[in-house]
């Protein structure tokens, strides 16, 4: 068979397809994103952006009560959003298989937590695996769907950031061949969950846990490798690749299934070592495990709770040696280049008006995050996906008269169809005094312009149906609704100071697409330009942070200049120069 360089996502995406997937469904999040955009290229298996992750494992969990398999796929935080679902698949199991990707973010390289989604399926009941490179992802996506149909339950396949990133070799195999499923099946006691029928199924579910706790000791993926006796070390993913880099001599249970946990393997192990390790990132896991079967194991005494870990961390751990590097990394002497928002984007007018006038942004997950970094620095809460609609609610409701022109709530239009809709209900629905600001750039920006209900596209390319926001919030009861062009500073000011002063619900709709948009973004006006001549250096035009704008020293002065082959034209520079210094051309 042909060997190809594949990363953890495009090798779980071609699992999907050589096990006959028949529908995949997601939420774009990073690192978990390239898995729908690898497996829309195979034309066998239908594939969806949903509206948000539980959207996603509730289409997923339809097409296998179809009979079909299906995968559910999303980053760590998007099981969160999926747990509803996930709690009752548990207990209906399934017909066809159901495979539920968790792509976790030790470090949190793009994400606002560090959670361990292995409590999941210790929570939820269901078995979980979780490869240690790329060929693992994809052998062990067509193993869940096996198990999944043995055991009838979903089953977790669990990925991290370096595994869904990095790239090795992996041997392809041929597709399944899978019909689509003829007939559906009547089965009231299997998938109503009335309480009647969840109390007789409860027991089947710990059944199937004592069955899958059996199988996992039989499980040859969960590998014993033994070589010098005085160490071993119990790991998983890409903790086991840094644990055997560091000790390639040791001996190691590599565990692949990691819940439930194969109990004999891992006496049979402990017995055989002289001193016994778990070397685990984020929680201590398989340690709390082992630790309660009697067995006697250092983890967290010498390995960090937090953070991503690497070769070193595992070195110093059981070395007890300092984490450190003979010859420093090259990021050290580098200057810092923060995250910031592209030139041209239509979100920095916006982000830098509110800062301009002293409000309290109620913000939510986004490019138009950075717009709480410096030099905007213009966001003060941040906290999940519409999250900033609730929160205004909050602050609304504990201020009362005294926040009238003081809060607003900024959120983009992905995220106000994944999460923000109920929010902006409940402001009409509890009278609630709140200006939401809609950040409308026509795509999924952050995660690589995904297609989303409000582009007029779907995954597969097919022309679809376009949410108007206007009209979707007039039928939740907003009357007041008003569309601005984030470019046009004055007007931005103007709208948004009237709203927040007015004592009911509005929304204001910022309309303008992403500079790297694909298909709608036309660029209106020439690079800009600094006339020195006319230039006082009072840096208020770097307070926007735009890439494009550089600061040099002309004679004795500080001058601002324009990398004209990063400007876009949006003018907002040219309108926060009191001085009129920045001018089209050259």
């Known amino acids: 068979m042909m060997k190809v360089l594949l990363s953890g996502n495009e090798a779980i995406a071609r699992g999907a397809y050589e096990a006959g997937v028949r529908v995949a469904a997601a939420y774009p999040g990073t690192p978990s994103t390239e898995i729908l955009e690898n497996i829309v290229q195979y034309k066998d298996i239908y594939a969806e952006w949903s509206p948000n992750e539980k959207v996603a494992l509730e289409v997923a969990l339809g097409a296998a009560i179809g009979g079909g398999r299906a995968l559910a796929c999303m980053k760590h935080v998007g099981v969160n959003v999926a747990a509803d679902p996930l709690f009752t698949a548990s207990y209906t199991g399934v017909r066809g298989g159901l495979v539920i990707i968790t792509a976790d973010d030790p470090e949190m390289h793009s994400s606002q937590n560090e959670q361990d989604n292995r409590n999941y399926a210790k929570f939820a009941k269901v078995p979980m695996l979780e490869p240690s490179d790329s060929q693992e992802a994809k052998d062990f996506i067509k193993l869940a769907f096996e198990l999944s149909e043995r055991f009838d339950t979903p089953v977790f396949v669990r990925s991290t950031t370096r595994i869904s990133h990095a790239k090795s070799i992996v041997e392809l195999a041929e597709p399944e061949k899978r019909e689509a499923p003829k007939e559906l099946q009547h089965q009231f006691e299997k998938f109503v969950m009335l309480p009647r029928n969840a109390r007789v199924r409860h027991p089947i579910v710990e059944q199937r846990m004592h069955k899958l706790a059996e199988f996992a000791d039989l499980f040859d993926r969960n590998e014993l490798i033994l070589h010098d006796t005085d160490i071993g ?13 560091s000790f390639p001599t040791k001996s190691f249970l590599k565990l692949a299934m990691v819940h439930p946990l194969p109990a004999r393997k891992i006496r049979e192990f402990s017995a055989r ?5 778990v070397f685990e990132e ?12 009697g067995i006697a194991v250092t983890g967290k005494e010498v390995f960090p709770v937090c953070g991503e870990f690497s070769p070193l961390t595992a070195a110093a751990g059981i070395n007890g040696t300092e984490k450190t590097l003979e010859n420093p990394p090259l990021l050290e002497y580098l200057p810092p280049r923060p995250p910031n928002m592209c030139p041209g984007c239509p979100h920095r007018g916006i982000f830098h008006t509110l800062k301009t006038m002293k409000l309290f942004v109620s913000g939510d997950i986004g490019c138009y995050t950075l717009g709480a970094l410096p030099p905007i620095s213009a966001m003060d809460t941040c906290i999940c996906m519409g999250a900033s609609v609730s929160c205004a609610m909050g602050i609304d409701k504990a201020l009362g008269e005294n926040n009238l022109g003081k809060a607003v709530a900024v959120i983009g239009d992905s995220t106000f169809l994944h999460s923000g809709i109920t929010g902006l209900l409940d402001i009409v629905y509890n009278q609630g005094a709140c200006t939401v600001i809609i950040l409308d750039n026509r795509i999924t920006a952050m995660t690589g312009r995904q297609e989303h209900p409000g582009t007029g596209f779907t995954l597969m390319g097919k022309p679809a149906k376009q949410v108007n926001y206007e009209v979707l919030c007039r039928a939740l009861g907003i009357d007041h609704i008003r569309k601005i062009n984030p470019y046009d500073l004055a007007q931005v000011k103007s709208v948004i100071q009237e709203e927040v002063n007015r004592p009911e619900a509005s929304v204001i709709l910022s309309e303008a697409p992403c500079v790297l948009h694909r298909r709608e973004f036309k660029p209106t006006n020439r690079p800009h330009a600094v006339d020195e001549s006319a230039c006082i250096g009072c840096r208020a035009c770097l307070q926007i942070g735009c890439p494009a704008l550089e600061w040099h020293n002309v004679g004795d002065k500080g001058k601002a200049s324009i990398d004209q082959t990063l400007c876009t034209g949006c003018t907002v520079c040219a309108q926060i120069c009191k001085k009129e210094a920045i001018r089209e051309g050259k």
């Open 273 to 277: 070592v002289k001193k016994l390790y």
């Open 282 to 293: 984020l929680d201590p896991f398989f340690e709390d495990q082992i630790r309660a079967m």
């Open 233 to 245: 070390i119990i790991a998983s993913g890409t903790s086991y690749q840094y644990a055997r880099e």
